[in-house]
């Protein structure tokens, strides 16, 4: 089983960057798919951003060219750096991780995009 452990979220004014992190129980290699999902009050939770073990990353649309997945293998951690941050990036982010057939997710960090 995969354990992941969030961090970073918070409060921010838009315009202003926020990283985010993710620290898996095991080498990340391992798992097939790792990324960043949100969910706003409301609605459904949504890809914001993935990678693969191999490095192809992957987008939600309105995060392409704000937002970036990394990921650093010698930590177990990918992280999610966002910039130009606006009011309706406001939303609990969780992490994700696909070690196939099975799923898993972290316990959510909430970010508030608000002046």
């Known amino acids: 089983q995969v354990q992941l452990v969030e961090s970073g979220g918070g409060l921010v004014q838009p315009g202003r960057s926020l990283r985010l992190s993710c620290a898996a129980s095991?080498?990340?290699?391992?798992?097939?798919?790792m990324g960043w999902y949100r969910q706003a009050p409301g609605k459904q939770r949504d890809m914001v951003a993935t990678?693969?073990?191999?490095?192809?990353?992957n987008y939600v649309d309105s995060g392409r060219g704000r937002f970036t997945i990394s990921r650093v293998p010698e930590k177990n951690t990918v992280y999610l750096q966002m910039n130009s941050l606006k009011p309706e990036d406001t939303a609990v982010y969780y992490c994700?991780?696909?070690?196939?057939?099975?799923?898993?997710w972290g316990q959510g960090t909430q970010v508030t995009v608000s002046s």
């Open positions: 990678i693969t073990n191999s490095g192809d990353t």
């Open positions: 994700h991780a696909t070690k196939w057939p099975y799923t898993y």
């Open positions: 095991e080498n990340i290699f391992s798992i097939n798919v």
